[in-house]
Each structure stands twice: as C-alpha cells, then as structure tokens.
C-alpha cells in the first residue's frame, strides 16, 4: 500500500534534523564519563551500526568510562562536516565524500569496510523508460553531487555517450534524500535515479519503478566499499586505543548480521522506522538485502580506481592519491 510521501518525507527531513547527541569524545557526558558519537544513514547499507548500536557493541567495547550516542545523516556532506567540526567522532559514509572532502584536506581516515554494493539506476513508471540509451535528455536524481551513487551512475552512462548537463552532456542533475524519489518520480520531478538500498527496492516494487541497471552492472557495484567506517587520524594519534575498540565492536556487528541475518532484517526494519516513520516490508527488505554484502574489506585499489573517476568526471579539481587515506591497522 502507497504511503502519504509527502508526510514521510517531511517526518523524514525533520528527523534527519534531529540529534540523537551532540558533542564528542573530547568532551565530557555530563558524569564524568566521555562522550563518544557515531554517525550513520538510515539506509540498508548502513545496518554494521543499526546492529551495533541495538546490541550496545559499542558500549561493551568501550566499557564505563565512555558514554555513547548516535547521530543519523541524510547524505554524506552532512556527515563529514559533522566529523571536521567534532561533533561525531566517527561513523559509517559512502566513500565518495570522504575521497571529497580528503581531497579537500579534511581529517578523515578510512579504518574499515562496512558494505559493498546496493546501488541501481532505476527509472520512474511515469517516465515511460525502459533502457538506458533512453535516459538521453532525462532529470536524474542522487543523494548529493559527487555522492557514491552519483560517481557510479556516471562513471557507467559514460561508456553510453551520456553525461551531465554539468560537464557539458545532456542529462539534467538534482539532489534530494532517497525518501522523496518516489514522490518525485510520481509528480514527474524527475525520471531517474541511482539510489542505494532499501529505495531501490522501495520503488521498483511499491511504485513500479523499473530498474534499468542492476547493483552488480552498474560501475564498481561489486569491488567498491559502498559505505566505510571512518574517523579523524587526529583521533588515531591521540586515542588508538579508543579507535581499536571502536572498529573491534564494528567488526562484530558485521559478524552478527553475517550469522543473524534475519535478525538483522528485523533491527534494520525497526531502526529505518524510527528515524524515518516508515516502516518498510519484509519483501523489500529481502530484496534489497540480496544486492548487499556486508564486510569489514577495504580494497584500496579500487578506492583509487573509483577516485580516478570522480576526477575524470570533475568532481576533484586534482588528480587524487589516497594511499594515506586508508588505515587498515585495527581490522583483525
């Protein structure tokens, strides 16, 4: 049954607005304790921290002398300026915007991987596509510009003759959470997107959104960390033994929803309800859990190969280099 979009998605942004917590663990609870903050998104691909945070992996890897809170984010730039101005001290992200923002010369470090896959470009019933040759002229929606999805939408519509608007092609972009694409794919807003999981799912089979590419077509859909753990490296050197505990407890949710799969189902379904007041089914938790691998891998060869799209594609000014970007040290 069709929800009221127009409600959800207003629930859903004030939500998004909301903190489960402010401050991090350079500042105290308020007893004494320190405060630890982890951010995440309440998408599929993000479920390492839904897990974590329902079993207290975090709290039992920590033990009493910290104290810690979650944050939710819509996209990933509101989650790395989160991280450079310390309000979280680290979380699970896409990995485009950390690539972005390091680029940039923001503190970040990836430490683990969380996720791989999820993403499928999809088109609206109302659009009338049916391929991808047919997206020519199209409005295509992501999370952000320069976001994964973006990189790998097009990264893959290039070997098409396809390209944004904002690189001199014929395909117009706009941003906007994940939450709304089916009200704007209803109004006829827009007629694409690439969107992660569970909205996939959520389109295709509640609003008969076509999927015309697939999480293992689409470019870097099953090599690319679709979300990553990341900290501060200023954390690392002050607190290492914070940041083992932290990734140790990540590790182990990781292994939980590798050996609890439907219990995880069930922690993510009540944990995406409470953040975005809908509750989604069974069926498009099944289907969008098919196109996610969950694990703790970060193939750095890859990241590269991905950040050497994002400049082809002008969304790095520079030619990157990420070899200090990732920290691998702490994943057993």
């Not at 979009?5 to 909301?18: E, H, K, R, T």
């Not at 350079?26 to 329902?54: C, L």
């Not at 896409?94 to 972005?100: D, L, R, Y």
């Not at 069974?282 to 799209?309: L, Y």
């Amino acid at each position: 049954m069709k929800k009221s979009w127009l409600a959800v998605s207003a629930l859903f942004l004030l939500l998004m607005g909301v903190l489960s917590g402010c401050g991090s663990s350079s500042s105290g609870s308020g007893d004494g304790k320190e405060k630890v903050v982890i951010g995440y998104f309440p998408n599929i691909d993000h479920v390492p921290a839904m897990v974590a945070r329902e079993k207290a992996l975090y709290e039992k890897a920590l033990g009493e002398e910290y104290t810690v809170e979650y944050k939710t984010f819509p996209d990933g730039g509101a989650f790395m300026t989160a991280l450079k101005t310390g309000d979280i001290d680290g979380g699970l992200v896409g990995p485009a915007p950390v690539m972005n923002n390091y680029s940039s010369g923001a503190d970040v470090k990836i430490v683990a991987g969380a996720s791989s896959g999820g993403t499928v470009i999809i088109a609206s019933k109302e659009s009338g596509i049916s391929s991808v040759e047919e997206l020519d002229g199209a409005t295509f929606i992501t999370p952000g510009i320069g976001c994964t999805h973006d990189v790998q939408m097009e990264t893959f519509l290039k070997d098409f003759g396809l390209t944004s608007a904002r690189i001199g092609g014929t395909l117009k972009h706009v941003t906007g959470n994940p939450a709304q694409y089916a009200g704007m794919f209803e109004s006829k807003k827009v007629d694409a997107a690439a969107v992660p999981e569970p909205w996939a799912s959520v389109l295709s089979i509640e609003y008969g959104a076509k999927i015309l590419v697939d999480s293992n077509e689409i470019s870097y859909g099953t090599t690319l960390p679709n979300t990553v753990f990341v900290t501060t490296g200023k954390l690392i050197d002050e607190k290492k033994d914070l940041v083992e505990k932290l990734v140790a407890a990540h590790q182990e949710s990781v292994a939980f929803i590798e050996g609890n799969p439907e219990e995880s189902k069930e922690i993510a379904i009540k944990s995406i309800k409470e953040s975005t007041n809908q509750e989604l089914s069974k069926e498009v938790v099944d289907s969008a859990w098919e196109r996610i691998r969950f694990t703790n891998e970060v193939d750095a060869k890859v990241i590269q190969e991905f950040a050497n799209s994002s400049f082809d594609l002008k969304f790095l000014k520079e030619k990157p280099d990420f070899k200090d970007l990732i920290d691998t040290q702490f994943i057993n």
